[in-house]
């Protein structure tokens, strides 16, 4: 996606070997209509799947995910990453290991959101090893669930993400997805909806 690829080049900037902060537009303050412009993408690419239902996982995951929904015109749910005592209902939970917090934590939606025969659209806002991609797949399969895709606004092809979920046999597609870091700057590959 273009405009998105664009804004990276403008406004990311490289951490170490392996991070992108995108804090301008993504994962801290939020540009509303480029989150539109993705959802309404995602929208498009998988008009043709029959998705009742857009999952994510907190935080960043729910600006693009709930634009994505509304394109859709679905619900949106996104999977919790702290307990809290309103959360008294059946849960589906799994541990997912967070890349950039280097830490496990138990994640869990509400059992009552997802039914078992939802057709289930995963969003995120970056693919790394796959690891969140992985746990929201483990809770949607704890509902008997099907994951009919996976969307993600950035993903970094030179980690393992995207293995780990074209082995399983699902649709990914990547608005943005990155080949390499050079020289603090950022490299596309081909992305998956151009
Ligand atoms: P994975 O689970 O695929 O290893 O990592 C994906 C999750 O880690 C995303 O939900 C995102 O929050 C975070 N993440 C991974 N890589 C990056 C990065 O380069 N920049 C930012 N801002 N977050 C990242």
């Known amino acids: 996606m273009k405009l998105l690829e664009d804004r990276i080049h403008l406004e990311g900037r490289v951490l170490g070997n392996d991070i992108l902060k995108v804090d301008r537009f993504l994962t801290h303050q939020i540009d509303y209509k480029l989150m539109k412009a993705i959802g309404k993408r995602f929208a498009d690419v998988f008009a043709d799947s029959g998705v ?25 749910v996104f999977a919790k990453k702290a307990k809290n005592i309103t959360m008294n209902d059946e849960l589906l939970t799994t541990e997912v290991y967070s890349f950039t917090k280097k ?10 959101f997802i039914e078992e025969n939802d057709k289930v659209l995963i969003i995120d806002d970056f693919l790394a090893n796959g690891q969140a991609a992985l746990g929201l797949i483990k809770l949607m399969e704890q509902a008997n669930s099907e994951v009919v895709g996976l969307g993600m606004v950035i993903e970094k092809s030179f980690q393992d993400g995207r293995k780990q979920l074209l082995d399983k046999g699902l649709k990914l597609v990547s608005l943005a997805r990155i080949e390499k870091f050079e020289k603090g700057e950022v490299v596309f590959a081909k992305a998956d909806d151009s």
Do not use: F, H, N, R
């Open 103 to 112: 830490m496990t934590s138990t994640v869990q939606i509400s059992k009552k």
């Open 52 to 76: 009742t239902k857009v999952i994510t996982i907190e935080a960043s995951g729910i600006a693009p995910a709930i634009y994505a929904a509304e394109a859709l015109d679905v619900p949106m």
